[in-house]
């Protein structure tokens, strides 16, 4: 019980350190949300009420205060920019967010095990080769790029997938299976855009995971009791090498939500990314920080998710917890 409520405790600290530093680098950068407004079509008189109305006026230590204490109290505060609760603008974007990155993350997880099995099976042989440097070139590469070569070959040479959106224009709304098949439909580009760049690096991991577990001694009892080879990577292998990746999901989450930011944007996908594009664009305060409390509560509570899936995968840690 002490371990959980010191976990906690941590977990409260950071959450309110990422928030600090987020609301004053913010509010660093030069102009605000009155300044995105064109100046022809308000006076300055206007300008000014606006600045007062949302507290702009104030100075920054009495604007963080008023944030804190709105926050304490569970309230995000108004956008500047889409004129309603905060709370209501995110609990719009989330659902899309979530998924799109779990999505992506099922594809990193299912396509990094398959490649590294499969490399593993003849180590050094051609795939193996050709599978490495495949996954470090693509691991380099920006997924903005990946993303606008995606939508050149599949979506406007080829046509297989719509190039953005969540929806078509046409579907049939009063049929949940056609709105269903349509999500999917549009899902597919983002979410292989953004699953495919973390597979090259789960495959990397596990694949090393599996070569450094290869002369171990419970493998070569194995091996010396004629279990198939199968049988010995599947069953008695594989869970040890996971030890790595499950670590690597934790950390893999709060990468999934910070490239999503790109995806979403390049795609028009209505998530997370999305909205916070368009708040860091209209200086919109309150949505800014929204998006960070609820992202750095996304990587905290995926560290707490990696820690409990360590202890499934590693009974002998159950005992040191």
Known sequence: ??????????????????????????????????????????????????RHRYGLDR???????????????????????????????????????????????????????????????RPFGWFDRFSSVFGLVLYGLPSFWIAGLAILIFALMLGWFPASHMHSVHTNTNSSLASLLDVLHHLVLPACCLGIVGAAATARYLRASLLELRGSTFLLACRARGLPRWRILWLHALRPALLPVVTMIGLSIPVLFSGSVVIEVVFSWPGMGRVLWEAAVARDVPVIMGATVVGACGVIL??????????????????SR
């Open 1 to 50: 019980m002490s371990q959980v409520a010191r976990r906690l405790s941590v977990s409260i600290l950071l959450l309110w350190l990422v928030a600090t530093a987020t609301f004053f680098v913010v509010q660093a950068a030069p102009g605000s949300y009155v300044d995105t407004i064109d100046a022809s079509r308000l006076p300055p008189e206007a300008r000014e009420q606006i």
């Open 59 to 121: 100075p920054i230590h009495e604007q963080y205060l008023s944030w804190l204490r709105s926050l304490a109290a569970g309230d995000l505060g108004v956008s500047f920019h889409y004129r309603m609760p905060v709370t209501r603008v995110l609990a719009t974007a989330l659902p899309p967010t979530l998924l799109l990155a779990g999505t992506a993350l099922v594809l990193d997880l299912t396509l990094g095990l398959a490649l590294a099995l499969a490399a593993v099976r």
């Open 302 to 319: 995926g560290n707490l998710f990696s820690d409990i899936l360590y202890t499934v995968v590693d009974p002998r840690t159950r005992e």
